[in-house]
């Protein structure tokens, strides 16, 4: 994989508004993402007439129903939607992506042409789903959100199992909370499923601002996925803890910054654009005062100045105790010549 996927979130801060959604796609094309993703469910496929919102959704989506079947109602896209969504990131040159929530949804995706199949962090104990998104044979980047170590490895098995190669898996470390405190984090967590999996690892955030994501990459994300939307205040479950369009654009900024700085040889050598400033940088061994033919140097005869083009201070016990042959003046440059 040669450079970080970054894979922008729309999720559902569309409002269920295929306008919005075009705008939101306008904004990751701006941003420079490589993904737009969007959620593809059935409302009735997704939860029970009973099944109350999340905490922070309740609180953000500034309503008094409770209900998470009715808020996942309004929010649904419909097939031309998708067609329409589909067809519009491909005249802006983005890839377009979504999440299906059931198996039926990833025949859905998978007859629409998605070449990458993501799978929520609510999915991974979802047998039939995971099943589906193995029979697809496509590459599948598998959130882990409220999972321990061992539903990562069973939920990879399943994966496996039914047909998908281990190299053609991302797992993407994430927490599940929105917005993630950042003493939950656990970034070193993705690094230990690196370890024990031997997978190709990533992140998916959901903490306030780009701190997080960026750190994900300098310690060897592959994959970066972070909800944005186009105003934090607008009324929705995912909005006040997305990106608005400057800051995503500072976050994939950021990675293709940390990208390019953690992409050297690891030698510890001088680099091409630092090799002119050594001589200006370092020093030299000079002259501090005048002295004739014939005066043994001391210690106090001699000092470091800039610029390094000549003997070099490591050189000090060389010169101390040296003959000089000839005379010289206070700041002249010592050369090797000055010495007998």
Sequence with gaps: MSKVIIIAEAGVNHNGDISLAKKLIDAAVDAKVDYVKFQS??????ASPDASKADYQAKNMQDSDNSQYNMLKSLEISHQDHLDLIAYCKGKDIKFL???????????????????????SGEITNYPYLKAIAKT????????????????????????????????????????????????????????????????????????????????????AKVIEKHFTLDKTMSGPDHKASLEPNELKEMVKAIRNIEKAISGNGKKEPSKSEQKNISIARKSIYIAKDMVSGDVISESDILPLRPGDGISPMRWNDIVGKTLAKDVKKFDKLTWTDIV
């Design 98 to 120: 979504s999440s299906a929530f059931d198996a039926e949804g990833v025949k859905y995706l998978d007859d629409l042409g998605l070449d990458i199949f993501k799978v929520p």
């Design 41 to 46: 469910f059935k409302a009735d496929k997704l």
């Design 137 to 220: 044979n496509k590459l599948a980047i598998l959130s882990t959100g409220m999972a321990d170590i061992e539903e990562i490895k069973v939920a990879l098995e399943v994966l496996q199992n039914n047909g998908v190669k281990k190299e053609n898996v991302i797992i993407l470390h994430c927490n599940t909370e929105y917005p993630t405190p950042m003493e939950d984090v656990n970034l070193k967590a993705m690094l230990t499923i690196e370890k024990e999996l031997g997978v190709t690892v990533g992140y998916s955030d959901h903490t306030l601002g780009i701190e997080v994501p960026v750190a994900a990459v300098a310690l060897g």
